[in-house]
């Protein structure tokens, strides 16, 4: 899915033309591929596809009214910045999904109620290193520590060419720890449990997140990079 600014000459589009639809979203006017639903492919694709169904079916409950004008106060208070640099809001839905997701990724049930507010830190640098074994690790460790009460999710890029400096957005969780254990952390075994064994001069991005535990919110990531020997 791509992000589109229209020029003065073109405002608004809908519809499909060719492979490609247009749609005009609550975060701005997109263009997407389309694509005939099918069924899950994975086990990971069916778990996130019944995750998702969960939190739909709790935000639509009758016992959710209170809960769903919460969220969508606390959304107001918590605007983003889009790829153009545009000050966007979340729907209350947006926001309840988000943080039950990372929650769901924590092994922690859904909350209901709205939190207040949030409070996580970030990681700052991310320091990963190649360790030979045997047996082989790739270590990291992150120049904040995790606070007892926040979860860590740790996200990861197929192998890429090493010539590439700024990763693409299209991270894969490969692994997730709530409590945090200590440092560092070897996670080559989800790293290869997701996209096999990455070979000489591979490139692996790998990005992390803290969450509260708590309220399922996430703070700002940081990304790091290093040259499979």
């Not at 090493?162 to 299209?170: A, K, L, R, V």
């Not at 997701?194 to 996430?218: C, L, N, Q, Y």
Request: hydrophobic share 40%; proline share 9%; aromatic share 12%.
């Amino acid at each position: 899915m791509a992000r589109l600014r229209w020029s003065t000459l073109v405002g608004e589009a809908r519809g499909s033309v060719g492979p490609t639809t247009f749609q005009s979203t609550h975060a701005g006017a997109v263009g997407r591929t389309r694509w005939r639903p099918r069924l899950s492919r994975t086990q990971l694709q069916a778990l996130a596809r019944d995750n998702l169904a969960t939190i739909s079916e709790t935000w639509r409950k009758s016992s959710m009214v209170s809960n769903r004008a919460a969220w969508n106060v606390l959304a107001l208070n918590y605007p983003y910045t889009d790829i153009f640099g545009d000050t966007r809001w979340w729907t209350g839905f947006q926001l309840f999904t988000k943080c039950n997701r990372n929650r769901q990724s924590l092994g922690l049930p859904i909350i209901e109620p709205a939190p207040l507010a949030f409070s996580v830190q970030n990681p700052g640098v991310i320091y990963l290193s190649y360790v030979a074994g045997p047996p082989e690790r790739l270590d990291v460790i992150t120049s904040t520590l995790p606070l007892p009460t926040e979860g860590v999710i740790i996200k990861a890029l197929r192998p890429l060419s090493q010539g590439i400096t700024i990763p693409p957005n299209s991270w894969k969780r490969i692994t997730s720890y709530y409590p945090p254990p200590a440092q560092p952390w070897d996670i080559l075994p989800a790293y290869t449990a997701r996209f096999g064994d990455p070979t000489s001069e591979d490139k692996i991005f790998v990005t992390i997140h803290f969450v509260e535990a708590a309220t399922g919110w996430a703070g700002a990531d940081a990304y790091e990079g290093i040259i499979w020997p």
